[in-house]
């Protein structure tokens, strides 16, 4: 389901923990990168990027779909595209205290 960055940063700052997948693509080769984050807070700034940790920006021009989940899984999983290239796998979830 396409999803904008405003449903995707209510989400981000709802759940306590996220997983980031970061494709980056050199030619023929893709490296990825993974990294986890608790307790992640983000917000748009004024040009309407949304910076995560200040390390890369998600914005508007970039597709964003929710994944559908079954409710029981209680996560939620955005895929971020560029084009026709997917640079990034979001996971959102809440450990159990």
């Known amino acids: 389901m396409v999803s904008t960055l405003d449903e995707l940063i209510v989400d981000i700052n709802r759940f306590s923990n996220c997983k980031i997948s970061f ?6 080769d893709i490296e990825i990168q ?13 040009s309407g990027k949304a910076w995560v940790n200040n390390e890369f920006y998600i914005s508007d021009k970039y ?3 929710r994944v559908e989940e079954p409710e029981e899984a209680k996560r939620r999983v955005y895929q971020i595209t560029k084009g026709n290239m997917k640079i990034m796998d979001i996971y959102l979830y809440n450990i159990p205290v």
């Open 23 to 28: 494709r980056r693509h050199a030619d023929a």
């Open 63 to 65: 597709k964003i779909i």
């Open 34 to 46: 993974t990294v986890d984050y608790t307790n992640l807070h983000v917000e748009k700034d004024k």
